[in-house]
């Protein structure tokens, strides 16, 4: 019996850990930055970021004809995806922030920060 109570426990203490790492979110001041935000929701409570990266996956080039009968060419991007870094000072860490078509996908860290906060709030 005492053998069950203990798988139990450790059962539901690794799915209570499991849970808590994928409800991470970058906290600026008293806001709260989590996946599905959009860049203007981030910036409005975090402030400009220190640094911003972008890429495109997917990239399509070909050349049409306009109406006058002009050749141009056509750059289309088919998954944008921008990372914004925030340097949030001493005693905290530099967060990154990724985006995928104006939507915020992912939030890690990357290293301590240094110096003054560029994160509103801190």
């Known amino acids: 019996m005492k053998k069950n109570i203990t798988i139990i426990f450790f059962t539901a203490l690794t799915f209570l850990f499991l849970w808590a790492v994928n409800s991470w979110a970058f906290r600026c001041g008293s806001g709260l930055i989590s996946s599905g935000d959009s860049k203007t929701q981030v910036q409005v409570t975090c402030g400009k970021p220190t640094s911003k990266e ?69």
């Open 54 to 122: 972008t890429s495109c996956e997917n990239r399509q080039e070909y050349t049409t004809t306009d109406k006058a009968g002009k050749i141009k060419k056509v750059k289309k991007c088919g998954k944008k995806s921008e990372v914004w870094h925030y340097n949030c000072g001493d005693n905290d860490f530099i967060y990154k922030l990724t985006f995928e078509n104006g939507i915020l996908k992912k939030e890690d860290t990357e290293g301590r920060g240094k110096g003054k906060s560029d994160c509103l709030g801190k």
